[in-house]
């Protein structure tokens, strides 16, 4: 588990962008749990930076794929699957497994 932001970073219902091991990681805050999801719509590479972030959900911004934070799983697309990272929380510190 590597090290990578603060829990008091990432807002209620956002998103914030990490680099780690060169690739980008999405840090999302869903009612008060910390996910930790690749940063790229795996139906077309979309970015999810500027995703909405909804009911333990993340909403892809181009087409509106949703992608569950806990499995990654898109109920209305099964066909595409949301990588999702292992997170632990240590105080105020948020660590991912990137493998």
């Known amino acids: 588990m590597i090290p990578v932001a603060k829990i ?6 956002a998103a914030k962008t990490v680099s780690l091991s060169g690739q980008e990681i999405l840090l ?8 930790a999801c690749e940063n790229e719509c795996p139906h077309q590479g979309a970015s999810l930076a500027a995703a909405i972030v909804r009911d333990g959900f ?23 699957i949301l990588k999702i ?13 990137p493998a």
């Open 58 to 80: 993340i909403v892809c911004p181009r087409h509106g794929y949703r992608f569950s934070l806990v499995d990654g799983q898109c109920p209305d697309h099964p066909a595409f």
């Open 85 to 97: 990272f292992p997170v632990q929380i240590t105080g105020d510190e948020i660590y991912i497994d």
């Open 28 to 35: 999302v805050k869903s009612k008060g749990t910390i996910f």
């Open 8 to 13: 008091s970073d990432i807002p209620e219902c």
